[in-house]
């Protein structure tokens, strides 16, 4: 269309057709104020401040919501303008409470300084205030609703941005407010204190309890959150050196402006008083401050004695998925080239070592194929295994607008998790029955001709074993095993296979079993059968855990490849590493993590270095992990915190917080996006990057680096999908790999025309019951998993004052119905006794479990669900089935 | 205040014919009222998960309107006028014996969900001043006296 020409403050401006009057201004460089506005937001027209005159007609036009047309002769400053928007401010004034000394709103408040800008110094209509009470009941936000001007924008981001709608107008004329259903308190309504109302907010009316008394940022540093694997855009709000709020960075299009609870309060374990800020030695039983070359200079003795003793392969190494690129990489060359062994893994064992092996073998990559933002246009999305709402709020929003724009959403969960209430389908499955009833899917796909053959013939081979195999995954069959009834399942499968964009989303419901690897390729199987992957909002979706957890494996922080995935057990990448190195290495795979548990307890693993892993919270049967960690001769823990695991060791490293940082993190769509140093090192605590480096260079291997933009460039050289990726290109955003190359723009979604791997590869897979079921001893399966308010180990969460307050200790879910029979009230304690332990922990009865299910979340250690879990291991991917147990459970 | 358990029947009945309909939110909530009387506050959850709506959505629209009622109303409705006439007429005196007499606030309703109390700006018959409207019942130039007589014949 053509673009249009019109008068503003007489230029003569150009834009495109829809654009507004605001938008067309703003474009150039004039200001024009506003209340209500946001550009994250639809526009309201509420707040009139924005009115301007069309010279031509002499009409005041609200400029935020009018297209702009030929002819306009648009003055956004003339003094009919001035007058009414004086009169507008002057009658908010007049509402608006004198309070603005004590306010914390201070010098950011909108209507402030619009006033200002009008130069109102003396309001002419008489003060009618309507005063509230203060509502400040929960830990996170203050509400002061005498300050609200009723803008919308707190209702308007609820709704239309996060998909809660905790607050809509309620009443009328002067009496109008936001308000809560029933006008509860926010703790008691859907509100999930994702603080977007609070980051709208024009004025004091909603403000942060945190930052009371904390005074006004200094500085803003641009970064990524250090939760989950969203890769959340933020800004750290500084005062000296200390870091007093987190606000959401508008311009990262993996949230825009949206958070959740946790990246937006939890940030006060940066500064918190806990944090380790010197080396540790153990002398006499006991750790003890020492200086950092007492530290270094003993683990590096130990580690030479012990590998000289008893060879590299008695020294194994954990790398951390909450660390960056930078450090994960530098901690496999620490293992491979300086120790001389391959057994450096990390957590993503725990988590989605099986979607790394089973993706790769189906398709030749193992990450998320498409983006973030692109869920939004699916027409059909299948989440299982992933409580996206909790574990991935910011994902579940894409779902939720998904929905609203009309696409079906299909969930498989045994749990009644949130976003059942936005499907059009929830299938309960049997706990561990997955590959069943995906084969059943496939069944009912192939018996109904709904298969898209073209695709299946031109991109993919294998299909007749597929075939084969899922002839006998009958409706009926399927429903013996699965529970599912044999028409949700036909309508489930009918609706996937409609859908032209059908994206599938899955996370450790799927992966954290025996059979994790399985599932994996099912899913892989069903998305290729439709001819789903290699398209725009489509495709498998492993939603990943942790802020790097990608980065981590794509740094090669797995005991079997180096940095991309490239095999250990390959010649010509051995030599291509040697050379690189300067070193001769080790082509034996590496131990993972369980399996070297297991071999420390053995004796055969003499020494651990765990670099921000905690293994006594978050790995599966704890009674045995802490038996073999204590068995090592030597262990070294760096982390932020004195963890449970940090309490074992011999010494112990003080590391610094990704606010005292600079590196990147890989968010789950394989986005690599830089975090930048915020504030000084909080004590002697130093960076994992420099830790290694010192270590390395006492054992006689130089490592030097100046800072990790250095790392990045020689991950670069030898990693091909990051051989695009250097830091000056990551200065205004992020690059998704594959990047091969520093023109390459990087890649949206994955398999365009052609698998990784060539062809997709079908895997005809039988379905196996997970490794130990219910019997008359454990009569109760038992899953785990997160919660919204806490984070994994709860090293970070629980040492947030606020999200430890709202949610301060473990509850395990239990259906009402097993409750009655066991005679457990909601709230009693109960015990909850496994092969492997037993834990004290509350209960709380709900319908979100089915019976015979109880659902623990492994973030508190005083009521540590690992005790009880299971460690048997998928074969492929040694991921520990964390997700089925049996249980017994009676009244503590 | 009495509250009666919710006929879930008679509510499904409601939601049924309206479900996934959109714009349907103030016809919906005069059906419920119409059933129960009022629009009781555990239905508002119902009504939101029903049209898909939040449910601060569906309260900010029952707050709006002032013909729906969030609690239980009396049987009858007792209304006063306060018009000019009226007014000069004693109308004040005969408000505050209702008030004494049925122990509610102006705009209440008895426990015993006998009586709603209002007052009104003007019935259209100021020559019967001061005038009460109980129901469609018209009692005019009253004196306060007169009251305990008249609510007497309600129940």
Known sequence: MEEITLSLNGLQLTGKPGTTILELAQQNDISIPTLCYDPHLKPAGACRVCLVENEATGVLLASCV??????????????????????????????????????????????????????????????????????????????????????????????????????????????????????????????IFCGLCVTLCPTG????????????????????????????????????????????????????????????????????????????VRRN?????????????????????????????????????????????LMQKFARAVVGTNNVDHCARLCHASTVAGLA????????????????????????????????????????????????????????????????????????????????????????????EDYVKTRTENFDALKETVKKYTPEFVEKVTGIPQDMLREAARIYASGKKASILFAMGITQHSTGTDNVKSIANLAMLCGNVGIESAGVNPLRGQNNVQGACDMGALPNVFPGYQAVGDQQVVSKFETAWGKKLSTNPGLTVVEMMNAAEEGKIRAMYLMG?????????????????????????????????????????????????????????????????????????????????QLASRMGDDMNYQHPSEIMEEIAKLTPSYGGIYYDRLENGGLQWPCPDRE????????????????????????????????????????????????????????????????????????????????????????????????????MLTERVPQGMIFMSFHFSEAAANVLTNPALDPVAKIPELKVCAVRVEKA | MQVTAIDQGKLEQVLTKYEGQEGVLISVLQEVQGEFGYVPKEVIENIAGALKLFPSQVYGVVTFYAQFYLTPRGRNTIKVCEGTACHVQGATSVLRELKTKLGVAEGGTTDDLKF??????????????????????????????????????YD
């Open chain 2, 116 to 153: 709603n109390l209002e007052s009104v700006r003007c019935l259209g018959t100021c020559f019967l001043a001061p005038v009460v409207m109980i129901n469609q019942d018209y009692y005019g130039k009253l004196q306060p006296r007169d009251i305990e007589d008249i609510i007497k014949h």
């Open chain 1, 744 to 843: 390459h723009p990087g890649t949206k979604y994955l398999h365009k025309d052609r698998f990784t791997r060539g062809l997709g590869l079908f895997q005809a897979i039988e379905y196996i019951p997970p490794a130990e079921m219910p019997d008359e001893d454990y009569p109760y399966f038992l899953s785990t998993g997160r919660v919204y308010y806490h984070f994994h180990t709860g090293s970070m969460t629980r040492r947030s004052q606020g999200l430890d307050e709202i949610y301060p200790h473990a509850l395990a879910e239990i259906n009402p119905a097993d409750a009655r029979e066991l005679g457990v009230e909601d709230g009693a304690m109960v015990k909850v006794t496994s092969r492997r332990g037993e834990v004290e922990v509350e209960a």
């Open chain 1, 285 to 329: 039983g006991n750790l003890e401050e020492a200086s950092w070359d007492e530290a270094l200079d003993l683990v590096a003795s130990k580690l030479q004695q012990i590998r000289d003793e008893s060879g590299a392969d008695s020294i194994a190494c954990l790398s951390s998925a909450k660390s960056t690129n930078e450090e994960n990489y």
């Open chain 1, 66 to 191: 009018t297209p702009i047309a030929a002819g306009m002769v648009i003055n956004t400053e003339s003094p009919k303008v001035i007058e009414a928007r004086r009169t507008v401010v002057e009658l908010l004034l007049a509402s608006h409470p004198d309070a603005c000394i004590i306010c914390d709103e201070g010098s950011n408040c909108e209507l402030g300084k619009i006033a200002a800008d009008l130069e109102i110094s003396e309001v002419r209509y008489t003060p009618m205030r309507h005063y509230y009470p203060i509502e400040d009941t929960n830990p996170f936000i203050e509400r002061d609703l005498t300050k609200c001007i009723l803008c919308g924008k707190c209702i308007r981001g609820c709704q239309e941005l996060q998909e809660v709608g905790a607050i809509d107008y309620a009443y009328r004329g002067f009496d109008s407010m936001p308000a809560t259903s029933l006008e509860v308190p926010l703790e008691q309504s859907p509100c």
């Open chain 1, 613 to 693: 892993e905690n293994p006594m919270i978050s790995d599966p049967d704890l009674k045995h992990v802490e038996a073999a960690l204590k068995k090592l001769d030597f262990l070294v823990v760096q982390d932020i915190f004195l963890t449970e695991a940090a309490e074992l060791a011999d010494v112990v490293l003080p590391a610094v917080t990704f606010a005292e940082r600079d590196g990147t993190f890989t968010n789950t769509e394989r986005k690599v996006q830089r975090i930048r140093e915020a504030i000084n090192p909080v004590g002697e605590a130093r960076p994992d990057w420099q830790i290694i480096c």
């Open chain 1, 361 to 452: 073998s189906s398709y030749g990559s193992g990450a998320m194929t498409n983006s973030i933002a692109e869920i939004e246009d699916a027409d059909v999305i299948l989440v299982t295994g992933s409580n996206t709402t909790e574990n991935h709020p910011i994902i579940s929003i894409r779902v939720k607008r998904a929905v609203r724009k009309g696409a079906k959403l299909i969930v498989v969960d045994p749990r009644k998790i949130d976003l059942t209430k936005y499907a059009t389908l929830w299938l309960r499955q049997n706990l561990g029955t997955d590959v069943a009833w995906l084969n059943g899917m496939m069944h009912i796909i192939i018996e109904e001709g709904l298969w898209d």
């Open chain 1, 205 to 280: 009316a909603l403000s942060e309890k945190m930052r009371k008394d904390k005074g006004r940022e200094t500085r803003r540093v641009r970064t990524i959150c250090p939760y989950c694997g969203c890769g959340c855009g933020i800004y750290l709000d500084i005062r000296d050196q200390e870091v007093i709020g987190v606000s959401p960075d508008g311009d990262n299009p993996v949230n825009n402006i949206c958070l959740c609870v946790k990246g937006r309060f939890g940030y006060d374990f940066i500064n918190h008083k806990d944090r380790l800020t010197t080396p540790l």
